[in-house]
């Protein structure tokens, strides 16, 4: 490949350099380059990949500035199993996370990446996570011989100059390697090493494990600095809801996986509350700190969503599709002839004919689905139609409120309140979501994720529980935590709540409780509204569908207490002495 002017300039700063030297020397590459995050960049970056086959230049009538990318077969998704948290003592990882020594991995991963970028280009990208000027900001650099890898780590993070302009002359920066190897199975491994701010991922091509600076830096290293700096990286959105009347009110959320959390982030309301707006500030991820007001401050640290295809439509979500419709990279979806792209769920019918995420053709007749149910899109934010303005702000916004919520067919209701932050806390460390048909294990069976961060906790759980409990000294004025379950079923398996859109009605009154303006009920697990503190305009639900949304059913309860035993045992050693108390509060209100 001929290497630009723009690609050989090394930055002024000895540490960043001695350290991509050290990398170097061990990978052996045929060539170094330096990404500086310019437009000329990436019009050769994007050439470059196209004329490799890394990726596929889509119809540009129909998807301006998009391309299509296929990954290895064996290569598609997180690999909870390969992934480790390397600190001295296994008691610091935890017993939720894969564990070895420093030593132990610096070793094999070195062992591996010995020679492994000849013939290939060395990548440097220096990027920020978190707006510039941020107090809460880090900067990263992630060497890696993926050209795919620097073309989403360029839509995903502030990638380039401004990377470098905020490191100076410093050595505070993630350390980031990562090489595809020969993407076997056996050679895989997502390791991070905590004390040494530093990650190193090798044996893979998937989004997930190889943009570091996403659930590697943002959330593994993250929380564990989070935890030593008196602030916390969590997995949430974070949006903005503005009333008519100009008031903003800001709300993060955890949901585990398939339970709409970017649906949740880009909602638009009914058309029966006009004048009524939300904005996204972040689909995944949000860094809170408490702020000298009392109040806790959260930034979203990237600057692009990397969404699931399947399932995303108009109904859906219909600014997801409007973000997506240019600039966008699609990652093992199906390719229609005209060169555009499908999935299952998309608006348009299922094409005629088409080629299937792994390059095979496939019809409507076919037994495989033609877009990999883990499909993706990388989209930059700035297309977001509803981008909140604060999205950018280095101050970042402060909370009202903390939602929680998972999918759950029974048990949960729709919606209610915690009494206190310690019972909030207790309320996000045993949610949970019902594992599908598609989930290894007992269909229905209950898994649980404290907060949405059981596979990103980069510390010991129960030190991550005991943290939240903490930060509650910094506030005077904590967000109100709520829980939520858009997916309680009826008697004939079919969902009681609409969903999509008219969750707006539900997080109209989490707002009204957060501003003083909305009334409800002390039930056994926490406040809960009442029928008439909706607002029902243009909605047919009457009071007994509504009363089934929100039943407490004490069998029911019984068998969630008992379920919520494995988790306590599992972090028996850490886990907070106020989260038991919680839970016999509970039984006995029950």
């Not at 860094?287 to 399947?310: C, R, S, T």
């Amino acid at each position: 490949m001929a290497t630009p002017t723009f690609g050989t300039v090394a930055p002024s700063n000895p540490m960043l350099t001695a350290w991509v030297e050290k990398i170097r020397a061990l990978a052996q590459p045929d060539r170094v380059f330096w990404a500086d995050g310019s437009e000329a960049e990436k019009e050769f970056l994007l050439a470059e990949a196209v004329a490799s086959g890394v990726l596929t230049k889509l119809n540009q009538d129909k998807l301006p500035g998009c391309y299509y990318h296929r990954s290895n077969p064996n290569d598609v998704a997180r690999v909870e199993q390969c992934t480790f948290i390397c600190t001295p003592a296994k008691d610091q990882a935890g017993p939720t996370n894969n564990w070895a020594t420093p030593r132990e991995m610096y070793e094999k991963l070195y062992a591996l990446l010995k020679g492994a970028m000849a013939g290939r280009t060395m990548y440097v990208v220096p990027y920020l996570m978190g707006p510039p000027g941020s107090p809460l900001t880090k900067v990263g650099v992630e060497i890696t011989d993926s050209i795919y890898v620097v073309l989403n780590m360029r839509i995903m993070s502030r990638m380039g100059k401004v990377a470098l302009d905020q490191l100076g002359a410093g050595d505070d920066f993630n350390r980031g390697v990562h090489s595809v190897l020969d993407c076997h199975p056996d050679r895989r491994f997502i390791a991070h090493f905590p004390q040494d701010n530093a990650i190193i991922s090798v044996g893979s091509g998937y989004g997930g494990n190889v943009l570091l600076g996403k659930k590697c830096l943002a959330l593994r290293i993250g929380s564990y600095l989070g935890r030593e700096q008196g602030w916390m990286a969590e997995h949430m959105l974070i949006l903005c809801v503005e009333s008519p009347t100009g008031e903003k009110t800001y709300v993060a959320a955890a949901f585990p996986s398939s339970c709409g959390k970017t649906n949740f982030a880009m909602l638009i309301p009914p058309a029966a509350f006009p004048g009524w707006k939300i904005t996204t500030i972040g689909d995944d991820i949000a860094w809170m700190k408490p702020g000298a007001d009392g109040k806790l401050y959260a930034i979203n640290p990237e600057a692009g969503y990397f969404g699931v295809a399947p399932g995303t439509n108009r109904k859906s979500n219909p600014n997801a599709m409007d973000t997506i419709s240019r600039d966008t990279i699609y990652t093992n979806v199906a390719l229609t002839p005209d060169g555009g792209v499908w999935w299952e769920g998309h608006d348009d019918p299922a094409p005629v004919e088409c080629l299937d995420w792994k390059g095979q053709p496939w019809t409507p007749a076919s037994k495989e689905k033609a877009a990999h149910p883990n499909s993706r899109f990388t989209a930059p934010m700035a297309n977001n139609p509803a981008l909140a303005a604060e999205a950018n702000d280095p101050a970042g916004v402060p909370l009202s409120a903390i939602i929680f919520g998972g999918r759950r067919a029974t048990t949960m209701p729709l919606i209610f309140q915690s009494f206190n932050w310690i019972h909030g806390v207790y309320l996000g460390a045993t949610m949970g979501s019902e594992m599908t048909a598609a989930a290894a294990g007992t269909l229905g069976q209950v898994r649980r994720d404290p907060m949405a961060m059981l596979p990103f906790c980069g510390y010991n759980m129960g030190d991550y529980l005991n943290h939240w409990l903490g930060i509650r000294r910094d506030l005077t004025d904590p967000p109100r935590i709520f829980h939520v379950n858009w997916f309680r079923k009826d008697a004939g398996d079919k969902f009681l709540w609409p969903g999509f859109g008219e969750n707006f009605r539900v997080l109209k009154w989490v707002i009204d409780r957060t501003r003083g303006r909305a009334r409800a009920s002390e039930t056994q697990i926490g406040w809960m509204p009442r029928y008439s503190e909706f607002d029902w305009t243009d909605m047919d639900f009457s009071r007994e569908k509504f009363a089934q949304c929100m039943r407490i059913d004490a069998a029911e309860w019984q068998r969630e207490l008992i379920s919520q035993t494995e988790l306590f045992l599992t972090l028996h050693d850490r886990l907070p002495k106020e989260l038991i108390f919680q839970r016999e509060l509970l039984i006995s209100r029950l």
